[in-house]
């Protein structure tokens, strides 16, 4: 079974490593494999300073067989009230759960949150033109293309263009 929660910060050793391995198993995320490290402590200050803003969340799945992390969607709101009611969202889930419907419940347990906060009019994301997994998932969803980052991305020596998008709630 798979359990959808906010994470806490007993989930810090779990979040860094569920993340590298995202980074390893993918490249439609922002750092690639083996670019960046994250420790314990980095991943328990994030998972705490997230915890105590009102406009942002940090979400995990958690699969309650084997105690380990699976998937994450983070959702960063802004603090100017001219910008309070628009968050960015990043998701992802590990290869071994791709397709298993995981990211769609990572959005809609962030939806429900995000109507709660009563001021959530916008949430956007950007992503990889050819990530059509992703593109899939967001158009199911109802998330729009607003437009075209040209060449925004950069892997090995190719740039890559990426859609923005969002959805009005
Ligand atoms: C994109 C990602 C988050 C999707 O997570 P997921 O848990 O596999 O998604 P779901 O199982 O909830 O799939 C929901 C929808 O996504 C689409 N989808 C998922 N995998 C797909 C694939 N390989 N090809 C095409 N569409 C796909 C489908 O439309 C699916 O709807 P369906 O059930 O009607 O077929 C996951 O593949 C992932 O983490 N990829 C690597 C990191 C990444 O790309 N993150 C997003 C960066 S913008």
């Given at each position: 079974?798979?359990?959808?929660?906010?994470?806490?910060?007993?989930?810090?050793?779990?979040?860094?490593?569920?993340?590298?391995?995202?980074?390893?198993?993918?490249?439609?995320?922002?750092?690639?494999?083996?670019?960046?490290?994250?420790?314990?402590?980095?991943?328990?200050?994030?998972?705490?300073?997230?915890?105590?803003?009102?406009?942002?969340?940090?979400?995990?799945?958690?699969?309650?067989?084997?105690?380990?992390?699976?998937?994450?969607?983070?959702?960063?709101?802004?603090?100017?009230?001219?910008?309070?009611?628009?968050?960015?969202?990043?998701?992802?889930?590990?290869?071994?759960?791709?397709?298993?419907?995981?990211?769609?419940?990572?959005?809609?347990?962030?939806?429900?949150?995000?109507?709660?906060r009563g001021v959530v009019r916008r949430i956007e994301l950007g992503?990889?033109?050819?990530?059509?997994?992703?593109?899939?998932?967001?158009?199911?969803?109802?998330?729009?293309?607003?437009?075209?980052?040209?060449?925004?991305?950069?892997?090995?020596?190719?740039?890559?263009?990426?859609?923005?998008?969002?959805?009005?709630?």
């Amino acid at each position: 079974m798979i359990q959808i929660r906010e994470a806490c910060e007993y989930d810090a050793k779990r979040f860094a490593k569920m993340q590298l391995q995202i980074d390893g198993e993918t490249d439609y995320m922002l750092y690639g494999a083996g670019e960046r490290e994250i420790t314990t402590k980095d991943a328990r200050k994030r998972i705490e300073f997230f915890a105590d803003l009102p406009y942002s969340l940090i979400l995990v799945a958690e699969d309650m067989e084997t105690d380990e992390l699976i998937g994450f969607l983070i959702a960063d709101g802004n603090p100017p009230n001219r910008m309070q009611h628009s968050v960015y969202i990043a998701v992802g889930v590990v290869k071994s759960h791709w397709g298993q419907g995981v990211a769609t419940r990572l959005f809609t347990h962030m939806e429900t949150w995000a109507k709660a906060r009563g001021v959530v009019r916008r949430i956007e994301l950007g992503v990889l033109c050819e990530n059509k997994a992703a593109l899939h998932l967001y158009q199911n969803l109802g998330y729009e293309i607003e437009g075209t980052h040209r060449d925004s991305f950069m892997i090995g020596t190719d740039y890559y263009d990426t859609y923005w998008m969002s959805k009005l709630i």
